[in-house]
Protein backbone atom coordinates (compact mmCIF):
# COMPACT_ATOMS: atom_id res chain seq x y z
CA UNK A 1 0.00 0.00 0.00
CA UNK A 2 1.39 3.18 -1.14
CA UNK A 3 0.80 6.62 -0.19
CA UNK A 4 0.94 9.03 -4.22
CA UNK A 5 0.87 12.08 -2.03
CA UNK A 6 3.52 14.54 -1.45
CA UNK A 7 5.62 13.62 1.82
CA UNK A 8 5.11 15.72 4.90
CA UNK A 9 7.79 17.89 6.08
CA UNK A 10 9.45 14.73 7.96
CA UNK A 11 12.94 16.72 8.00
CA UNK A 12 12.05 19.51 9.79
CA UNK A 13 13.45 19.55 13.65
CA UNK A 14 12.16 21.80 15.96
CA UNK A 15 15.57 23.53 17.79
CA UNK A 16 16.39 21.37 20.90
CA UNK A 17 15.01 23.62 24.56
CA UNK A 18 15.55 21.04 27.99
CA UNK A 19 13.70 24.01 29.77
CA UNK A 20 10.76 21.51 31.50
CA UNK A 21 8.43 23.33 33.56
CA UNK A 22 5.29 20.97 33.53
CA UNK A 23 4.92 17.09 32.89
CA UNK A 24 2.32 16.68 29.76
CA UNK A 25 3.52 12.35 29.50
CA UNK A 26 1.39 11.09 32.25
CA UNK A 27 -1.72 8.65 33.04
CA UNK A 28 -4.59 11.16 34.02
CA UNK A 29 -7.97 11.01 35.46
CA UNK A 30 -10.91 13.18 34.27
CA UNK A 31 -10.39 16.01 36.48
CA UNK A 32 -6.50 16.39 36.70
CA UNK A 33 -5.79 17.81 33.20
CA UNK A 34 -7.96 21.04 34.70
CA UNK A 35 -6.11 21.08 37.88
CA UNK A 36 -2.68 20.83 35.97
CA UNK A 37 -3.92 24.00 33.66
CA UNK A 38 -5.11 26.09 36.36
CA UNK A 39 -1.87 25.78 38.53
CA UNK A 40 -0.25 26.87 34.96
CA UNK A 41 -2.52 29.86 34.42
CA UNK A 42 -1.33 31.07 38.04
CA UNK A 43 2.41 30.29 37.98
CA UNK A 44 3.77 30.37 34.50
CA UNK A 45 0.68 30.70 31.87
CA UNK A 46 3.08 30.57 28.82
CA UNK A 47 4.95 27.02 30.06
CA UNK A 48 7.46 24.79 28.05
CA UNK A 49 8.12 20.96 28.64
CA UNK A 50 10.61 18.06 27.49
CA UNK A 51 7.89 15.53 26.79
CA UNK A 52 7.06 14.65 22.99
CA UNK A 53 10.28 16.45 21.79
CA UNK A 54 9.89 19.77 23.20
CA UNK A 55 7.18 22.28 22.94
CA UNK A 56 5.75 25.32 24.30
CA UNK A 57 1.95 25.61 25.60
CA UNK A 58 -0.63 28.70 25.52
CA UNK A 59 -2.74 28.08 28.52
CA UNK A 60 -4.63 32.04 28.87
CA UNK A 61 -7.60 32.52 26.46
CA UNK A 62 -5.87 35.81 25.02
CA UNK A 63 -2.86 34.01 23.92
CA UNK A 64 -4.52 31.45 22.35
CA UNK A 65 -6.76 33.77 20.75
CA UNK A 66 -3.16 35.68 19.36
CA UNK A 67 -2.00 32.28 18.29
CA UNK A 68 -4.82 31.22 16.55
CA UNK A 69 -5.58 34.88 14.32
CA UNK A 70 -1.60 35.72 13.62
CA UNK A 71 -0.90 32.86 11.07
CA UNK A 72 2.03 35.15 10.14
CA UNK A 73 3.89 34.36 12.88
CA UNK A 74 2.06 31.39 14.48
CA UNK A 75 2.35 28.75 11.09
CA UNK A 76 0.14 25.40 10.91
CA UNK A 77 2.50 24.06 8.01
CA UNK A 78 5.22 22.61 10.05
CA UNK A 79 2.99 21.03 12.92
CA UNK A 80 -0.21 21.15 13.86
CA UNK A 81 -0.80 18.94 16.92
CA UNK A 82 0.92 18.35 19.74
CA UNK A 83 2.71 15.11 20.12
CA UNK A 84 3.28 14.63 15.83
CA UNK A 85 1.42 12.27 14.66
CA UNK A 86 1.37 12.92 10.62
CA UNK A 87 2.91 10.27 9.04
CA UNK A 88 1.93 10.60 5.47
CA UNK A 89 1.65 14.21 3.25
CA UNK A 90 -0.38 17.49 3.86
CA UNK A 91 -4.15 17.32 4.36
CA UNK A 92 -5.79 20.90 3.20
CA UNK A 93 -6.94 23.23 4.62
CA UNK A 94 -5.49 21.97 8.50
CA UNK A 95 -2.04 21.59 7.10
CA UNK A 96 -1.67 24.99 4.86
CA UNK A 97 -1.75 28.64 5.65
CA UNK A 98 -3.68 31.37 4.65
CA UNK A 99 -4.08 32.11 1.22
CA UNK A 100 -2.74 28.31 0.68
CA UNK A 101 -5.80 27.09 2.21
CA UNK A 102 -8.47 29.31 1.56
CA UNK A 103 -9.53 27.72 -1.99
CA UNK A 104 -10.01 23.95 0.31
CA UNK A 105 -11.89 25.69 2.97
CA UNK A 106 -14.18 27.98 0.21
CA UNK A 107 -14.92 24.74 -1.20
CA UNK A 108 -16.22 22.83 1.44
CA UNK A 109 -17.98 25.93 3.83
CA UNK A 110 -21.50 25.84 1.82
CA UNK A 111 -21.53 22.15 3.05
CA UNK A 112 -21.85 23.50 6.35
CA UNK A 113 -24.43 25.92 6.28
CA UNK A 114 -27.65 26.33 7.82
CA UNK A 115 -30.00 24.81 5.55
CA UNK A 116 -27.66 22.02 4.78
CA UNK A 117 -27.82 20.94 8.38
CA UNK A 118 -31.73 21.41 8.65
CA UNK A 119 -31.21 18.25 5.90
CA UNK A 120 -29.29 16.79 7.69
CA UNK A 121 -31.22 16.50 11.35
CA UNK A 122 -33.74 13.99 10.61
CA UNK A 123 -30.32 12.01 8.75
CA UNK A 124 -28.14 11.73 12.07
CA UNK A 125 -31.28 11.63 14.50
CA UNK A 126 -32.49 8.71 12.69
CA UNK A 127 -28.40 7.30 13.35
CA UNK A 128 -28.78 8.74 17.25
CA UNK A 129 -31.99 6.33 17.83
CA UNK A 130 -30.68 3.45 15.96
CA UNK A 131 -27.57 3.11 17.55
CA UNK A 132 -29.00 3.91 21.35
CA UNK A 133 -32.34 2.68 21.44
CA UNK A 134 -30.85 -0.96 21.77
CA UNK A 135 -28.37 -0.10 24.37
CA UNK A 136 -31.24 1.91 26.39
CA UNK A 137 -33.29 -1.15 26.43
CA UNK A 138 -30.80 -3.40 27.54
CA UNK A 139 -30.42 -0.79 30.12
CA UNK A 140 -26.40 -0.84 30.37
CA UNK A 141 -23.65 0.21 27.84
CA UNK A 142 -19.93 1.62 27.44
CA UNK A 143 -21.15 5.13 25.82
CA UNK A 144 -18.03 5.49 24.45
CA UNK A 145 -17.45 2.19 23.09
CA UNK A 146 -21.01 0.79 21.85
CA UNK A 147 -22.45 4.01 20.56
CA UNK A 148 -20.18 7.32 20.23
CA UNK A 149 -17.18 5.43 18.62
CA UNK A 150 -19.70 4.28 16.01
CA UNK A 151 -22.08 7.35 15.32
CA UNK A 152 -19.50 9.69 14.08
CA UNK A 153 -18.23 6.96 11.32
CA UNK A 154 -21.93 6.34 10.41
CA UNK A 155 -22.66 10.22 10.34
CA UNK A 156 -19.65 10.51 7.99
CA UNK A 157 -20.74 7.85 5.43
CA UNK A 158 -23.60 9.52 4.75
CA UNK A 159 -22.48 12.98 4.41
CA UNK A 160 -19.86 11.73 1.80
CA UNK A 161 -22.76 9.93 0.17
CA UNK A 162 -20.55 6.70 -0.24
CA UNK A 163 -21.87 3.11 -0.59
CA UNK A 164 -22.66 0.51 1.84
CA UNK A 165 -19.42 -1.31 1.19
CA UNK A 166 -17.32 1.51 1.60
CA UNK A 167 -19.13 2.81 4.38
CA UNK A 168 -18.17 -0.14 6.34
CA UNK A 169 -14.82 -0.05 5.69
CA UNK A 170 -14.63 3.38 7.27
CA UNK A 171 -16.62 2.28 10.06
CA UNK A 172 -14.12 -0.53 11.19
CA UNK A 173 -10.97 1.58 10.09
CA UNK A 174 -12.21 4.34 11.77
CA UNK A 175 -12.35 2.88 14.85
CA UNK A 176 -8.77 1.34 14.44
CA UNK A 177 -7.21 4.92 13.44
CA UNK A 178 -9.25 6.13 16.66
CA UNK A 179 -7.63 3.33 19.18
CA UNK A 180 -3.86 3.37 17.54
CA UNK A 181 -4.17 7.28 18.14
CA UNK A 182 -4.97 6.92 21.82
CA UNK A 183 -2.21 4.33 22.66
CA UNK A 184 -0.11 6.23 20.28
CA UNK A 185 0.49 2.60 18.21
CA UNK A 186 2.57 4.50 15.25
CA UNK A 187 2.69 1.44 13.23
CA UNK A 188 -0.94 0.90 13.34
CA UNK A 189 -1.37 4.47 13.08
CA UNK A 190 0.57 4.71 9.41
CA UNK A 191 -1.79 1.47 8.64
CA UNK A 192 -4.93 2.64 9.45
CA UNK A 193 -3.45 6.63 7.89
CA UNK A 194 -2.93 5.22 4.20
CA UNK A 195 -5.91 2.82 4.34
CA UNK A 196 -7.65 5.67 4.43
CA UNK A 197 -5.75 7.09 1.98
CA UNK A 198 -6.86 4.56 -0.52
CA UNK A 199 -10.91 4.86 0.90
CA UNK A 200 -10.20 8.56 -0.47
CA UNK A 201 -8.94 7.40 -3.92
CA UNK A 202 -11.56 5.43 -4.05
CA UNK A 203 -14.61 8.35 -3.33
CA UNK A 204 -12.90 10.30 -5.83
CA UNK A 205 -12.77 7.86 -8.62
CA UNK A 206 -16.42 7.12 -7.66
CA UNK A 207 -17.26 10.80 -7.75
CA UNK A 208 -15.45 11.07 -11.26
CA UNK A 209 -17.50 8.66 -12.84
CA UNK A 210 -21.00 9.32 -10.88
CA UNK A 211 -20.67 12.86 -9.87
CA UNK A 212 -23.30 14.72 -7.60
CA UNK A 213 -23.84 18.40 -6.85
CA UNK A 214 -21.55 20.28 -5.72
CA UNK A 215 -23.64 21.95 -3.44
CA UNK A 216 -24.39 18.53 -1.32
CA UNK A 217 -21.59 16.14 -1.51
CA UNK A 218 -17.55 17.31 -0.56
CA UNK A 219 -15.93 15.08 -3.18
CA UNK A 220 -17.68 16.48 -5.88
CA UNK A 221 -17.21 19.97 -4.33
CA UNK A 222 -13.69 19.65 -3.99
CA UNK A 223 -13.13 18.27 -7.72
CA UNK A 224 -15.22 21.15 -9.00
CA UNK A 225 -13.32 23.83 -6.76
CA UNK A 226 -11.01 26.29 -8.54
CA UNK A 227 -8.02 28.61 -6.78
CA UNK A 228 -7.43 32.21 -7.27
CA UNK A 229 -6.45 31.87 -11.18
CA UNK A 230 -9.51 29.78 -11.71
CA UNK A 231 -7.48 26.51 -12.08
CA UNK A 232 -8.14 23.12 -10.66
CA UNK A 233 -7.15 22.28 -7.23
CA UNK A 234 -4.06 19.34 -7.58
CA UNK A 235 -5.51 16.03 -6.91
CA UNK A 236 -2.96 14.86 -4.25
CA UNK A 237 -4.44 18.34 -2.23
CA UNK A 238 -7.77 16.85 -3.25
CA UNK A 239 -6.94 13.37 -1.91
CA UNK A 240 -5.20 15.10 1.61
CA UNK A 241 -8.63 17.18 2.01
CA UNK A 242 -10.68 13.78 1.47
CA UNK A 243 -8.56 11.93 3.91
CA UNK A 244 -8.68 15.12 6.13
CA UNK A 245 -12.78 15.42 6.32
CA UNK A 246 -13.19 11.30 6.40
CA UNK A 247 -11.47 11.17 10.13
CA UNK A 248 -11.48 14.63 11.39
CA UNK A 249 -14.97 14.44 13.44
CA UNK A 250 -14.62 10.62 14.45
CA UNK A 251 -12.23 11.31 17.74
CA UNK A 252 -14.10 14.57 19.33
CA UNK A 253 -17.25 13.91 18.95
CA UNK A 254 -16.66 9.92 21.05
CA UNK A 255 -14.82 11.63 24.01
CA UNK A 256 -16.81 14.97 24.11
CA UNK A 257 -20.24 12.77 24.51
CA UNK A 258 -18.23 10.69 27.16
CA UNK A 259 -17.39 13.73 29.16
CA UNK A 260 -20.98 14.85 28.70
CA UNK A 261 -22.17 11.92 30.07
CA UNK A 262 -19.74 11.64 33.34
CA UNK A 263 -20.89 15.87 33.92
CA UNK A 264 -24.74 14.49 33.96
CA UNK A 265 -23.83 11.22 35.87
CA UNK A 266 -22.40 13.19 38.56
CA UNK A 267 -24.80 16.33 38.17
CA UNK A 268 -28.17 14.54 38.53
CA UNK A 269 -29.98 17.92 39.21
CA UNK A 270 -28.43 19.09 35.67
CA UNK A 271 -29.97 16.12 33.54
CA UNK A 272 -33.26 16.74 35.54
CA UNK A 273 -33.25 20.58 34.59
CA UNK A 274 -32.78 19.40 31.07
CA UNK A 275 -35.27 15.87 31.37
CA UNK A 276 -38.14 19.54 32.65
CA UNK A 277 -37.31 21.60 29.82
CA UNK A 278 -35.26 20.10 26.98
CA UNK A 279 -35.31 24.08 25.10
CA UNK A 280 -32.54 24.33 27.46
CA UNK A 281 -30.23 21.84 25.74
CA UNK A 282 -28.33 23.46 23.37
CA UNK A 283 -27.35 26.13 25.72
CA UNK A 284 -26.72 23.81 28.01
CA UNK A 285 -24.48 21.89 25.26
CA UNK A 286 -22.27 24.77 24.84
CA UNK A 287 -21.57 25.09 28.34
CA UNK A 288 -20.68 21.31 28.24
CA UNK A 289 -18.15 22.13 25.49
CA UNK A 290 -16.59 24.96 27.44
CA UNK A 291 -15.95 23.00 30.53
CA UNK A 292 -15.18 20.28 28.38
CA UNK A 293 -13.42 20.81 25.62
CA UNK A 294 -11.82 18.22 23.58
CA UNK A 295 -8.83 19.63 22.28
CA UNK A 296 -5.66 20.99 24.36
CA UNK A 297 -2.86 19.88 21.80
CA UNK A 298 -3.60 21.99 18.54
CA UNK A 299 -0.38 23.51 17.37
CA UNK A 300 1.33 25.75 15.80
CA UNK A 301 4.90 26.87 14.91
CA UNK A 302 6.92 30.27 15.56
CA UNK A 303 7.92 31.51 12.06
CA UNK A 304 10.15 34.02 13.85
CA UNK A 305 11.85 34.94 17.37
CA UNK A 306 8.34 36.06 19.27
CA UNK A 307 7.05 36.73 22.74
CA UNK A 308 3.83 36.02 24.39
CA UNK A 309 3.02 36.06 27.71
CA UNK A 310 6.29 37.36 28.32
CA UNK A 311 7.97 34.32 27.15
CA UNK A 312 10.83 34.14 24.26
CA UNK A 313 9.31 31.68 21.57
CA UNK A 314 12.35 30.71 19.73
CA UNK A 315 11.80 30.43 15.65
CA UNK A 316 10.80 26.94 14.73
CA UNK A 317 9.68 25.97 18.69
CA UNK A 318 6.01 24.27 18.58
CA UNK A 319 3.61 25.58 20.44
CA UNK A 320 0.41 23.96 21.95
CA UNK A 321 -2.90 25.59 22.21
CA UNK A 322 -4.56 24.62 24.86
CA UNK A 323 -8.27 25.23 24.11
CA UNK A 324 -9.16 23.15 27.43
CA UNK A 325 -7.28 25.42 29.55
CA UNK A 326 -8.05 28.75 27.66
CA UNK A 327 -11.75 27.65 28.22
CA UNK A 328 -11.42 27.88 32.39
CA UNK A 329 -9.53 31.11 31.96
CA UNK A 330 -10.87 32.95 34.92
CA UNK A 331 -9.81 36.64 33.07
CA UNK A 332 -12.83 35.31 30.30
CA UNK A 333 -14.74 33.52 32.28
CA UNK A 334 -16.81 34.37 35.35
CA UNK A 335 -16.68 31.26 37.89
CA UNK A 336 -14.84 29.33 34.89
CA UNK A 337 -15.15 25.38 36.58
CA UNK A 338 -18.81 25.97 37.17
CA UNK A 339 -21.38 24.96 34.53
CA UNK A 340 -23.96 28.06 34.29
CA UNK A 341 -25.93 28.88 31.41
CA UNK A 342 -26.31 32.88 32.18
CA UNK A 343 -23.15 33.54 30.23
CA UNK A 344 -24.08 36.59 28.46
CA UNK A 345 -21.19 38.93 29.83
CA UNK A 346 -18.25 36.29 29.24
CA UNK A 347 -16.21 35.74 25.85
CA UNK A 348 -17.15 32.93 23.27
CA UNK A 349 -15.95 29.72 23.76
CA UNK A 350 -13.44 28.37 21.43
CA UNK A 351 -14.35 24.46 21.57
CA UNK A 352 -14.14 24.67 17.67
CA UNK A 353 -11.25 27.33 17.36
CA UNK A 354 -10.85 30.29 16.21
CA UNK A 355 -9.78 32.03 13.34
CA UNK A 356 -8.62 31.44 10.05
CA UNK A 357 -8.46 27.74 10.78
CA UNK A 358 -11.61 27.50 13.14
CA UNK A 359 -13.36 23.89 12.63
CA UNK A 360 -15.32 24.00 9.12
CA UNK A 361 -17.21 21.23 10.28
CA UNK A 362 -18.44 22.73 13.76
CA UNK A 363 -22.02 22.85 12.68
CA UNK A 364 -22.20 19.22 12.21
CA UNK A 365 -20.47 18.53 15.10
CA UNK A 366 -22.76 20.36 17.08
CA UNK A 367 -25.86 19.06 15.48
CA UNK A 368 -24.38 15.49 15.99
CA UNK A 369 -23.58 16.53 20.11
CA UNK A 370 -27.20 17.86 20.56
CA UNK A 371 -29.41 14.89 19.00
CA UNK A 372 -27.32 13.04 21.12
CA UNK A 373 -28.05 15.21 24.17
CA UNK A 374 -31.31 15.12 23.55
CA UNK A 375 -31.96 11.33 22.74
CA UNK A 376 -30.13 10.68 25.89
CA UNK A 377 -32.43 12.45 28.06
CA UNK A 378 -35.62 11.57 26.53
CA UNK A 379 -35.00 7.95 26.42
CA UNK A 380 -33.97 7.82 30.03
CA UNK A 381 -34.11 9.11 33.34
CA UNK A 382 -30.13 9.35 33.95
CA UNK A 383 -27.22 6.82 34.85
CA UNK A 384 -24.44 5.90 37.38
CA UNK A 385 -21.47 5.32 36.19
CA UNK A 386 -20.10 2.10 36.49
CA UNK A 387 -16.39 1.58 36.30
CA UNK A 388 -13.21 3.25 35.34
CA UNK A 389 -13.54 6.53 32.94
CA UNK A 390 -9.45 5.87 30.83
CA UNK A 391 -8.79 9.26 29.42
CA UNK A 392 -7.23 10.06 26.08
CA UNK A 393 -3.79 11.59 25.64
CA UNK A 394 -2.62 14.64 23.79
CA UNK A 395 -3.84 16.11 21.73
CA UNK A 396 -7.36 15.07 22.70
CA UNK A 397 -9.39 15.27 26.14
CA UNK A 398 -12.04 13.04 27.58
CA UNK A 399 -13.04 9.46 28.72
CA UNK A 400 -12.30 6.94 26.15
CA UNK A 401 -14.46 4.28 28.05
CA UNK A 402 -17.68 5.41 30.28
CA UNK A 403 -19.61 2.41 31.20
CA UNK A 404 -22.97 3.20 32.75
CA UNK A 405 -26.27 1.70 34.15
CA UNK A 406 -29.60 3.50 32.95
CA UNK A 407 -32.21 4.89 35.18
Known amino acids: MTDTMQPAPKTFVPPKNDLHEFDADVVEGFDDVHAVFKELRGRCPVAHTSDFEGFWLLTKYDDVIRALADYENFSTAYQNVVPRVATSGRRPPLHLDPPDHTPYRRAISPLFHP ?96 PLDPGVDPTSAMLAARDDDGNPLPEPMILGTIRQLLVVGIIAPTTFTGSMVVHLARHPEHFAMLKADP ?56 DPDTFRLDRSGDRKHMAFGRGPHQCAGAPLARLMLRITLEELISRTNGWEMTGPTPMTTWPEYGPLSVPVTFL
Open 279 to 334: ALIPDALEELLRLYTPYRGFARTAKQDIEIGGRLIRKDEPIAMAFTSANRDADAFE
Open 115 to 210: DRMAFWEPVVRAIVSRLLAPLVERGNCDICVDFSYRLPIFVLAEFFHIPAEQAEKIRDIGADFNRALQVRDNAMLEKTSLFLYDVARDIIALRKEQ
